[in-house]
């Protein structure tokens, strides 16, 4: 029995990068030896233990053959035979075929060492095309390592979507990998090589129609939807804001991908149009509802948020709402960030002023500070109390207006 260190540990310790997880493969043992050696076996698709002591996990080593579309169709074999070549083959990418023994020698069948050090990412065999999720998989680390796609696997990636592969995706694999891609540093790079590989237009539509739209020039310094929606979404990688406000702003503009032609560049009511395109990608893709729900405040208001200035109280109040300050006080600053990640994602915008921002935050800061409570308790009778509670808030709000626009 010999045991290998595999996969992503083993790549981004050569990259100098910190290692989370250790991944193990077992080469000539079976279940019933590594159950009397103490392991637990937790795999259910194929064998794969728990170490009694570290609880990193061990799979024996394995062939996969395809029987049926998709990431799931696969007959999995795990013998004792199985060499160590032959489990490394059946891995997507030469960068993630990469052994090392427990000498520290490293084992690289299929030059992923040099792919490393040249930042390509190419496909081991043409078994790569039996999973769809390769796909997404290789546009993640495109965006993780800012790597290019070897020509070779880009050919076979649009085969992929010639064929049909690609539409096999398990909606929730292909979230997982794109919330994972949105979470890196320049997220761009994801869709960008989806896009390049002819892959973005079947796994995300609504995206890939971003791009050749044109928006008004003068507010739009890049003029492409496309183009501006991938400023902001690396903007909010930039400012480090978690998961929901990163999907917000890659699809708060989605509306405008269905605007006619004929009344380009102008997208009126695109706002609207957003939030139903928004609703159908999150439930194809069964995104999380958090994710969803400020992606669809965030589709409907940006516009309103952007005029703040121009407002009256009432409408920024009804906008507080909308939002639900009141309850989701932290939700409010996530959707505020988003809207402003929308401004700044455009050429020369990234450091001018964003007065909204300090106006709805005041006004937020003055809505929530009214004693909702002590009004009831005043007023006593239940169907005045809502009137009472908004009209202090108004007060409140306006007073808190005056002074910030007086700054």
């Known amino acids: ?144 390592f800012g790597f290019t796609v070897a020509p070779d696997t880009q050919d076979l990636i649009r085969e992929m979507v010639r064929n049909g592969e690609v539409d096999h995706l398990v909606a929730e694999r292909a979230w997982q990998e794109i919330s994972r891609g949105l979470m890196e540093a320049t997220p761009s790079r994801m869709f960008l090589t989806l896009r390049e590989c002819g892959a973005l237009a079947r796994i995300l539509p609504e995206i890939d129609a971003l791009f050749g739209v044109p928006q008004p020039p003068e507010h739009h310094p890049e003029v492409d939807t496309g183009v501006h929606i991938m400023l902001v979404a690396d903007f909010a990688a930039s400012r480090n804001f978690p998961l929901p406000v990163r999907f917000a702003a890659l699809t708060h503009d989605l509306g405008k991908g269905v605007t006619p032609k004929a009344l380009w560049p102008k997208h009126h009511g695109h706002e609207h149009k957003s939030v139903e395109l928004v609703g159908k990608l999150c439930q194809r893709l069964r995104a999380p509802n958090e994710c969803r729900d400020l992606a669809v405040l965030v589709a409907r208001y940006h516009g309103d948020v952007h005029r703040a200035e121009e407002l009256r109280p009432g409408t920024i109040l009804k906008l507080l709402a909308a939002t639900d300050v009141f309850r989701k006080p932290e939700r409010f600053g996530e959707f505020v960030g988003a809207c402003e990640c929308d401004f700044r994602g455009r050429p020369g915008y990234e450091k001018r002023p964003y007065p909204p921002k300090e106006i709805l935050q005041f006004a937020a800061a003055a809505a929530r500070a009214v004693d909702a409570g002590a009004i009831a308790l005043e007023i006593g009778d239940p169907g005045r109390i809502p009137a009472a509670i908004e009209a202090a808030r108004l007060k409140a709000v306006t007073e808190a207006l005056a002074g910030a626009r007086q700054r």
């Open 1 to 144: 029995m010999k045991i290998y260190a595999v996969g992503g540990a083993v790549r981004d310790r050569l990259l100098g990068l910190a290692v989370a997880d250790q991944d193990y493969v077992v080469v000539g043992a079976t279940p019933e030896q590594m159950e009397r050696l103490g392991y637990r076996p937790v795999g259910r698709d194929f064998p794969v233990f728990l170490h009694p002591q570290t609880h990193e996990e061990y799979a024996l080593a394995r062939t996969e053959r395809k029987t049926a579309r998709g990431y799931r169709g696969f007959e999995i074999y795990a013998a004792p035979e199985v060499t160590l070549e032959q489990d490394l083959a059946r891995r997507d990418l030469t960068v993630n075929a990469i052994a090392r023994d427990q000498q520290g020698n490293i084992i690289d069948p299929f030059h992923g060492v040099a792919d490393l050090k040249a930042g390509i990412l190419r496909h081991v065999s043409p078994a790569f095309a039996e999973d769809p999720v390769r796909v997404l998989r290789v546009a993640r680390f495109a965006a993780r």
